[in-house]
Nanobody
C-alpha cells in the first residue's frame, strides 16, 4: 500500500543542477530503505543511491558519487535527490523506490515499491 510520486525532472545543460522529489504515503518509513534508480532508452534500470529512512547510512553508485546527494524530510515523508554537475550520461527516467529492509539494497529486484518516474535530460 506504499505509494511513491516523483517530481522535479526537466531539461538542463551539462554542468547544471536539478533536485528530484519523491513523496511517499501509506506507512511510516522508519524501517524502510529508500533508493533512486534511473533508466535510459534501451538500457536496464540501474542503481543510483540508497539510504535508510532514518538517515543512518547511504550508498552511492560510483557514477554519481560526489555529484548527487540524497536527503529526507521525515515530517513530509519525502526523499530528495540533489543532482549537481550533471552530465549527458545522466539522462534517464529517474525512479524512486522503497522496500522494508535493514539493508541497503542496490539491485532493482530487491525493491517492492516504485514511483512512475520523472524524466531528466542533460544536454551537451
Amino acid at each position: 500500500q506504499v505509494q511513491l510520486v516523483e517530481s522535479g525532472g526537466g531539461l538542463v545543460q551539462a554542468g547544471g543542477s536539478l533536485r528530484l522529489s519523491c513523496a511517499a504515503s501509506g506507512r511510516a518509513f522508519s524501517s524502510y530503505a529508500m533508493g533512486w534508480f534511473r533508466q535510459a532508452p534501451g538500457k536496464e534500470r540501474e542503481f543510483v543511491v540508497t539510504t535508510s529512512w532514518s538517515g543512518g547510512s547511504t550508498y552511492y553508485a560510483d557514477s554519481v558519487k560526489g555529484r548527487f546527494t540524497i536527503s529526507k524530510d521525515n515530517a513530509k515523508n519525502t526523499v530528495y535527490l540533489q543532482m549537481n554537475s550533471l552530465k549527458p550520461e545522466d539522462t534517464a527516467v529517474y525512479y524512486c523506490a522503497a522496500t522494508h529492509t535493514l539493508r541497503l539494497p542496490v539491485g532493482r529486484d530487491e525493491y517492492d515499491y516504485w514511483g512512475q518516474g520523472t524524466q531528466v535530460t542533460v544536454s551537451s
